[in-house]
């Protein structure tokens, strides 16, 4: 392939990004992960099982497992009906999917506690207990697998669902055993992306968890409450076991998104 | 044909629960004094200074990502390098990492008592940490994979043959660049810098732990949405939040302008 550039171009560009992003995000995660193993192994180790810090993270992973799956089922559905149903307003609903993402996550936290707090105007409250954290969850990561699964329902040839209709076959089988399958990848990319983003989650959690250590308190208020009590290996340690784990959930996405282009190809 | 009705039922109830009706809530909330008194509480003092915080973060953050995601992007589509895989890997980094270890991260690089540079910088009279420029590194890191991302998917489907003409013609990189590569991309970066404005915007956790809380002084509008609902001033909190959520819905409104234009080319 021809350059388009000039060489001097080129390496400057580079130079610039490289640099760029090393000094805004790479050293300072640099940091962390070396502030976290500071006082040697033994001293992270005892940071991530104290009590307190075993059971935010369990509160965490348990609460995104939860937030995944529901995705996983109820964000296809959503995409199911915005690309194969018609009905008035479509177009605004279709938009308002991308609204969690636009709204700040403290006005997130905010609305949810208005609706499902102790004002509730339906009487359900479930503020300060952990049911609040896997519907704030909910709330955040909702755009992931719709926008996953989209545009790959979008592309799918209606052809084989309507030979496999008129061969006899149910509305349910030919979902199961066509629609389905086409789907899994963008299903597991948009659950991907939902789990790494659920687990770090800080700002919709702040005001309807209530923070209660050892019931409600994510791993990211943990954190926080580290930082703010003065003790940064503690923080830093479960920021790292945080970073892992969207890692190594990031890099099974990965795998299966180059699986899925390859079955495209 | 019933089936077709109850997906979306379900669909449109559950999306009505989690988005529609609490965000319809903050509204009813922020106004049920009178619109004058809602607008009394985000034009006081505090409010005013959190908003014009915010405008800051937004004003330095967003041309500086906007650059480098250019760059970035140009790098990983158009040259070959050593290290070109784990820069395009880098980039992403940030989608993976809680907003409060980002906070953490800052402190223990510009923390001014313990951290790597920061009791330098303080000798010399620079304070990052506790201030406004801690805010914007804080800001720049959360919202910086966003323009990087929208790009690189439009440079490799406009391909090379324009950029290789106009070299043939005579004309120098940074000639090729902004008359032919940028007017080509020009819609993937107006769709990426709208994604940055939304996320620098609605910045919370990283930007709460580097900012120290100072209310007049290093309060964002979020830091701002939440220090009134701590406070027990409910109509600042949810009169504070329908500003926020309205530049949500502004934000919404662009992504749906641009998108179509993007697809166009």
């Known amino acids: ?265 | 044909m019933k089936s077709k009705y109850a997906l979306r039922f379900v669909a449109l109830g559950y999306l009505a629960l989690l988005l529609g009706i609490p965000v319809a809530l903050v509204f009813i909330n922020a106004f049920q004094d009178g619109i004058g008194t809602a607008w009394n509480a985000v034009t006081t003092p505090e409010a005013q200074h959190a908003f014009w915080l915010t405008f800051i973060m937004v004003a330095v953050a967003v041309p500086l990502n906007t650059v480098f995601g250019v760059l970035c992007a140009l790098a990983v589509v158009r040259q070959r390098f050593r290290g070109r895989a784990l820069l395009n890997a880098m980039v992403d980094l940030p989608f993976a990492v809680s907003p409060v270890v980002v906070g953490l991260a800052l402190l223990l690089v510009y923390g001014r008592r313990d951290g790597w540079i920061g009791p330098w910088l303080s000798e010399h009279g620079v304070q990052i940490i506790f201030s406004t420029p801690g805010m914007i590194l804080a800001t720049i890191f959360v919202s910086l994979p966003f323009v990087v991302r929208e790009v690189i998917p439009v440079l490799r489907e406009i391909g090379t043959e324009q950029e290789q003409a106009a070299a043939t013609l005579g004309a120098n990189g940074l000639q090729t660049f902004f008359r032919v590569t940028l007017p080509a991309i020009r819609w993937g970066v107006a769709y990426g810098v709208v994604l940055t404005i939304a996320r620098a915007l609605g910045e919370f956790g990283a930007v709460s732990v580097v900012s120290g809380k100072l209310s007049g002084r290093t309060e964002t509008a979020t830091l701002y949405v939440e220090s009134r609902f701590q406070r027990f001033d409910e109509t600042g909190a949810y009169a504070a939040s329908v500003v926020l959520a309205l530049l949500a819905f502004a934000t919404l409104l662009a992504m749906n302008l641009i998108k179509p234009k993007e697809a166009q080319g």
């Open chain 1, 1 to 265: 392939m021809s350059r388009a550039f000039p060489i001097s171009g080129d390496v400057l560009g580079r130079g610039v990004a490289m640099s760029y992003l090393s000094i805004v995000a790479l050293i300072p995660l640099a940091a962390v992960v070396l502030k976290s193993v500071d006082g040697g192994a033994d001293t992270f180790w005892s940071a991530v099982t104290t009590e307190q810090a075993v059971a935010a993270l369990k509160v965490t992973l348990i609460a995104s497992l939860i937030v995944v799956l529901v995705n996983a089922v109820l964000g296809t559905l959503i995409a199911w009906v915005l690309v194969r149903d018609e009905f008035p307003g479509k177009s605004i609903v279709n938009s308002l999917i991308d609204l969690p993402f636009a709204l700040p996550t403290i006005v997130a936290g905010l609305t949810l506690l208005l609706f499902y707090g102790p004002e509730s105007p339906v009487g359900v409250n479930v503020a300060f207990t952990r049911a609040s954290i896997v519907l704030a969850l909910l709330f955040v990561t909702l755009p992931f697998v719709v926008r996953a699964v989209q545009p790959v329902l979008l592309e799918l040839d209606t052809e084989m669902e309507q030979a496999a209709e008129s061969l006899g076959a149910s509305k349910g089988t030919v979902f199961r055993r066509i629609v389905l399958p086409n789907l899994t990848p963008a299903i597991i990319a948009g659950a991907g992306l939902a789990f790494a983003r659920a687990i770090g989650e800080f700002g919709s959690l702040v005001l309807i968890t209530g923070n209660i250590p050892f019931k409600t308190q994510a791993a990211s208020v943990f954190i926080y409450a580290q930082v703010e009590s003065d003790n940064p290996i503690g923080a830093a340690a479960v920021s790292v076991v945080l970073l892992l784990a969207a890692l190594v959930v990031l890099l099974i996405f990965g795998w299966f998104s180059k699986r899925a282009l390859r079955h495209e190809e």
